[in-house]
Nanobody
Framework: QVQLVESGGGLVQAGGSLRLSCVAS??????MGWFRQAPGKERDFVGV???????RYADSVKGRFTISRDNAKNTVYLQMNSLKPEDTAVYYC??????????????WGQGTQVTVSS
């Protein structure tokens, strides 16, 4: 059983940056992903990392968001730059031992709110 806890959300102005963290209870798994859910919308894929050496991002965040990990701290990060109001959402981290892109994921965090003001 793996427990994931997100943190780092908050209020930021458009064009600013924010770094989210996701701490795994035991260890980071092969595949660590980030998703987000805006008000009134479905949960969307943001990006994924395989052992930190392979990453893939949704077109909406490509070039602005970067996933990294610190396995010694059992933590995966989502660095968000050039933030836009459209990025406002609850952000979730997810994990699985399988090599997948957008799913399925076995473990999910509770989410952290990111609000971008214009």
């Amino acid at each position: 059983q793996v427990q994931l806890v997100e943190s780092g959300g908050g209020l930021v102005q458009a064009g600013g940056s924010l770094r989210l963290s996701c701490v795994a209870s035991g260890r980071t798994l092969h595949t660590m992903g980030w998703f987000r859910q805006a008000p009134g919308k479905e949960r969307d894929f943001v990006g994924v990392s395989w052992n930190g050496d392979f990453t893939r991002y949704a077109d909406s965040v490509k070039g602005r968001f970067t996933i990294s990990r610190d396995n010694a701290k059992n933590t995966v990060y989502l660095q968000m730059n050039s933030l836009k109001p459209e990025d406002t959402a609850v952000y979730y981290c997810a994990a699985t031992s399988r090599a997948v892109i957008a799913g399925p994921f076995d473990y999910w965090g509770q989410g952290t709110q990111v609000t971008v003001s214009s």
